[in-house]
């Protein structure tokens, strides 16, 4: 497709700009810093914590479903995004004017500095618990400090390398905390039969799958760093980079793992990130604060990289701030720092799950977006993204995104049963409501008159 172009200066992230032909990465690049998002204590604990309340059987085929989903909606935006350049602040201004894209840009950066808190304070909990003399405040600088000081590069630059350094690491204190977990004793087959002691519910599997879509935020992610892919490699990371491989291992492989891992390690403590970093360092010593190190500071990679990159767009939108990315890293920390200081977990996780509504029904815009040839056929082949010619609110891709997401909030909000259908009434209702804005929109819904 072709782009209509915007130069805005200096853009080191290419948060202003598609990437073009002659910066996107080789295969090999863009595997080794995308997969950095598959290491972090979250995937472990996450699938623990379901299995303990839904069932082993119900989380595994939670897992399963949510692969075949990820795998097949990534499918559809990776092929796309290779084939434009574009980011999710571009490609928003399109589907919801420049304004309106504002709110996309948002909603990104605040879910990508909450995970940099969330999997930043693991390793500042870790670094405390194996050395006392250091407080778990000045823990939380040193994290914040070197997070930062790694995303000043781009995902072009050594972030690739960096990750790809650390990728066997992780992959052997995985191994090594699983198989310690096996010479320590006990019952190996405990973790086949989690679940409530009343007994797995029937359509538990629902539960695990819908909980699954609270992180549809990948599929964002997805799109920001696929951007950088080559026409030539879009198969590849299509099917396997951003795919079935990546997704398989980061929810199956990873979830087995963390569900066995709780049923040895935990006990009777409450299940957390931070219960498994305790056993980890328990039962591995340096070792396991090694791997926690390497796990969390592999994911942060990503979420400092796109936190600050997406601030950047909101902040140039919104503001007229031209400031460079880096500002925006050190504005990032400085933020992620200053969260660590307070308690706002109970507060961040309401907000991450009304976000989440938001994000689904992005997706499913966005997806409605690249199957429907509406939009092809009043523009051809050109993608009309540059701020002074597309319009500042969009009806047709607003009107879809805020309906859908005050329909999943208000099943969210109902609770119990009901608030499982959130995140699916959410993204399905997104795709018909935008589909059926595009059979009534013309060109003056997406660009001014002059454009």
Request: proline share 2%; net charge positive.
């Given at each position: 497709?072709?782009?209509?172009?915007?130069?805005?200066?200096?853009?080191?992230?290419?948060?202003?700009?598609?990437?073009?032909?002659?910066?996107?990465m080789?295969?090999?690049?863009?595997?080794?810093?995308?997969?950095?998002?598959?290491?972090?204590?979250?995937?472990?604990?996450?699938?623990?914590?379901?299995?303990?309340?839904?069932?082993?059987?119900?989380?595994?085929?939670?897992?399963?479903?949510?692969?075949?989903?990820?795998?097949?909606?990534?499918?559809?935006?990776?092929?796309?995004?290779?084939?434009?350049?574009?980011?999710?602040?571009?490609?928003?201004?399109?589907?919801?004017?420049?304004?309106?894209?504002?709110?996309?840009?948002?909603?990104?950066?605040?879910?990508?500095?909450?995970?940099?808190?969330?999997?930043?304070?693991?390793?500042?909990?870790?670094?405390?618990?194996?050395?006392?003399?250091?407080?778990?405040?000045?823990?939380?600088?040193?994290?914040?400090?070197?997070?930062v000081?790694?995303?000043?590069?781009?995902?072009?630059?050594?972030?690739?390398?960096?990750?790809?350094?650390?990728?066997?690491f992780?992959?052997?204190?995985?191994?090594?905390?699983?198989?310690?977990?096996?010479?320590?004793?006990?019952?190996?087959?405990?973790?086949?039969?989690?679940?409530?002691?009343?007994?797995?519910?029937?359509?538990?599997?629902?539960?695990?799958?819908?909980?699954?879509?609270?992180?549809?935020?990948?599929?964002?992610?997805t799109?920001?760093?696929a951007?950088?892919?080559?026409?030539?490699?879009?198969?590849?990371?299509?099917?396997?980079?951003?795919?079935?491989?990546?997704?398989?291992?980061?929810?199956v492989?990873?979830?087995?793992?963390?569900?066995?891992?709780?049923?040895?390690?935990?006990?009777?403590?409450?299940?957390?990130?931070?219960?498994?970093?305790?056993?980890?360092?328990k039962?591995?010593?340096?070792?396991?604060?090694?791997?926690?190190?390497?796990?969390?500071?592999?994911?942060?990679?990503?979420?400092?990289?796109?936190?600050?990159?997406?601030?950047?767009?909101?902040?140039?939108?919104?503001?007229?701030?031209?400031?460079?990315?880096?500002?925006?890293s050190?504005?990032?920390?400085?933020?992620?720092?200053?969260?660590?200081?307070?308690?706002v977990?109970?507060?961040?996780?309401?907000?991450?799950?009304?976000?989440?509504?938001?994000?689904?029904?992005?997706?499913?815009?966005?997806?409605?977006?690249?199957?429907?040839?509406h939009?092809?056929?009043?523009?051809?082949?050109?993608?009309?993204?540059?701020?002074?010619?597309?319009?500042?609110?969009?009806?047709?891709?607003?009107?879809?995104?805020?309906?859908?997401?005050?329909?999943?909030?208000?099943?969210?909000?109902?609770?119990?049963?009901?608030?499982?259908?959130?995140?699916?009434a959410?993204?399905v209702?997104?795709?018909?409501?935008?589909?059926?804005?595009?059979?009534?929109?013309?060109?003056?819904?997406?660009?001014?008159?002059?454009?």
């Amino acid at each position: 497709m072709e782009l209509k172009a915007q130069q805005d200066g200096q853009d080191d992230g290419y948060s202003a700009s598609a990437v073009p032909a002659n910066a996107r990465m080789s295969k090999l690049s863009l595997t080794m810093a995308w997969w950095a998002t598959c290491s972090a204590m979250f995937w472990l604990v996450v699938s623990a914590t379901l299995a303990i309340n839904f069932g082993t059987v119900n989380t595994l085929i939670g897992l399963g479903l949510s692969v075949v989903v990820y795998a097949l909606v990534n499918q559809v935006i990776v092929r796309y995004v290779i084939s434009n350049g574009l980011s999710v602040a571009l490609f928003s201004r399109v589907l919801f004017g420049r304004a309106g894209a504002a709110l996309a840009t948002l909603i990104f950066f605040a879910t990508a500095i909450y995970y940099a808190l969330f999997e930043g304070s693991v390793i500042a909990v870790a670094i405390n618990a194996y050395f006392p003399a250091v407080s778990v405040k000045l823990a939380y600088l040193i994290v914040v400090v070197y997070s930062v000081l790694l995303v000043f590069g781009s995902v072009q630059t050594w972030l690739d390398k960096f990750n790809g350094v650390l990728l066997p690491f992780y992959l052997l204190g995985l191994v090594g905390a699983v198989v310690t977990a096996l010479l320590s004793g006990g019952d190996h087959t405990a973790w086949l039969h989690l679940g409530p002691a009343s007994g797995a519910k029937p359509y538990g599997w629902w539960n695990c799958f819908t909980a699954f879509m609270g992180v549809w935020i990948m599929m964002m992610y997805t799109w920001d760093y696929a951007r950088f892919g080559r026409a030539s490699d879009a198969q590849y990371h299509a099917k396997f980079n951003f795919g079935w491989a990546f997704y398989t291992f980061t929810f199956v492989i990873n979830g087995i793992a963390g569900i066995f891992l709780a049923s040895t390690l935990a006990g009777n403590v409450a299940l957390s990130e931070v219960s498994v970093v305790f056993a980890l360092l328990k039962l591995m010593g340096f070792v396991g604060l090694m791997f926690v190190w390497v796990s969390q500071t592999r994911i942060n990679t990503a979420n400092f990289y796109l936190a600050s990159t997406n601030m950047h767009s909101f902040f140039t939108a919104v503001f007229g701030l031209h400031l460079p990315k880096f500002f925006w890293s050190v504005v990032a920390g400085v933020m992620v720092y200053f969260l660590m200081l307070t308690n706002v977990f109970s507060f961040i996780l309401q907000a991450l799950a009304f976000q989440g509504i938001f994000v689904v029904a992005w997706v499913g815009i966005a997806v409605m977006h690249i199957l429907s040839p509406h939009y092809e056929a009043i523009f051809g082949k050109e993608i009309e993204y540059r701020s002074e010619h597309v319009v500042a609110f969009n009806p047709c891709g607003l009107v879809a995104w805020l309906a859908s997401s005050a329909l999943g909030i208000a099943l969210l909000e109902a609770g119990g049963t009901t608030a499982t259908f959130s995140a699916p009434a959410a993204a399905v209702s997104s795709a018909i409501i935008y589909r059926i804005g595009l059979s009534l929109a013309s060109k003056r819904h997406f660009v001014r008159e002059f454009a």
